[in-house]
């Protein structure tokens, strides 16, 4: 199956905006989903479908494609969306995620 | 409020098997599909399999097909994975992961996943 391919880490300014990109063919044919993942915790999904936000997920967070990539992005990072970040697409066969990002807030 | 809670994890040689299992709570278990989701120390996530809403259609990664069932029994609220013939590539933290709904691949619920360490 295809692979979803994230930059190892990204970092950004308290305050600033960031963009977390997500590379992939199954992105041309379905929505990407995000997670956030902090040390010894479970994920948390963040943006899923076209751009959609689970109650509670601050509306910082904001998700896009086009063609076959994928972009999560938080505008105006706090320091408490310090995490790794990892998107997921289904594909043919069942799901795959990519390899994660890992966000440092500065 | 969801929740999911995983347990069967632990020590297991080469080659072994173990079950785990989620119990679910808070929502109709029934209506959902389900996902196992594992993610090895220090590495990101892997999907593992899917089970829809009734148990009639099952999905597997290619790296544990052959060796590992998904099951559930919507009776007790509980999902499970039978895992045998394990490798050492298999020590992970396993999670159960909730489907959104309607089949749409996107994990809005997680358990706070059980340890599987596959060594002699």
């Not at chain 2, 109709?28 to 090895?40: D, G, I, K």
């Amino acid at each position: 199956s295809s692979e979803l391919t994230q930059d190892p880490a990204v970092s950004v300014a308290l305050g600033q905006t960031v963009r977390i990109t997500c590379q992939g063919d199954s992105l041309r044919n379905y929505y990407a989903s995000w997670y956030q993942q902090k040390p010894g915790q479970a994920p948390v999904l963040v943006i899923y479908a076209k751009n959609d936000r689970p109650s509670g997920i601050p509306d910082r967070f904001s998700g896009s494609s086009s063609r076959n990539t994928a972009s999560l992005t938080i505008t105006g990072a706090q320091a408490e969306d310090e995490a790794d970040y990892y998107c997921n697409s289904r594909d043919s066969i069942g799901s795959q995620f990519g390899g994660g990002t890992k966000l440092t807030v500065l | 409020e969801v929740q999911l809670v995983e347990s069967g994890g632990g020590l297991v040689q080469p080659g072994g098997s173990l079950r785990l299992s989620c119990a679910a709570s808070g929502f109709t278990f029934s209506s959902y599909e389900m996902n196992w989701v594992r993610q090895a120390p220090g590495k990101g996530l892997e999907w593992v399999s899917y089970i829809s809403s009734s148990g009639s259609t099952i999905y597997y990664a290619d790296s544990v097909k052959g060796r590992f069932t998904i099951s559930r029994d919507n009776a007790k609220n509980s999902l499970y994975l039978q895992m045998s013939s394990l490798r050492a590539e298999d020590t992970a933290v396993y999670y159960c992961a909730r489907d959104l709904g309607s089949t749409s691949w996107y994990f809005d619920s997680w358990g706070q996943g059980t340890l599987v360490t596959v060594s002699s």
